[in-house]
């Protein structure tokens, strides 16, 4: 069974910053467009942002533009979401996919970001 493995989750206070990490395994990495996912309690899971297997465009929702950054290694197979000036509402899981048409995607298991004073 295939795993992606998350890390760097945590608690931080309005305005801070952390650093997501989610590594792969290379004969996936390699081939597969990387997204982050956010599952709040009571709602939905929804994208956060999507970065290309070459890492040449990337993706965000409106309500992480200019504060979130995606980017991926492919020499260390991981990617990385870089989270600024990060609210309360940006509380949730946070969960790395890998997706190549039309093979299952890969998920991970998550990792608890909570943003509060």
């Not at 290379?26 to 939905?44: C, D, H, V």
């Not at 040449?56 to 929702?61: D, G, H, K, V």
């Not at 940006?90 to 998550?110: E, F, I, K, S």
């Amino acid at each position: 069974q295939v795993h992606l493995v998350e890390s760097g989750g945590g608690l931080v206070q309005p305005g801070g910053s952390l650093r997501l990490s989610c590594a792969a395994p290379g004969f996936i990495f390699r081939r597969y467009a990387m997204s982050w996912y956010r599952q709040a309690p009571g709602k939905e899971r929804e994208v956060v942002a999507d970065i290309t297997s070459a890492g040449t465009s990337t993706n965000y929702a409106d309500s992480v533009k200019g504060r979130f950054t995606i980017s991926r290694d492919n020499f260390k197979n991981t990617v990385y979401l870089q989270m600024n000036s990060l609210k309360p509402e940006d509380t949730a899981v946070y969960y790395c996919n890998a997706r190549l048409m039309p093979y299952p995607d890969y998920w991970g298991q998550g990792t608890q970001v909570t943003v509060s004073s």
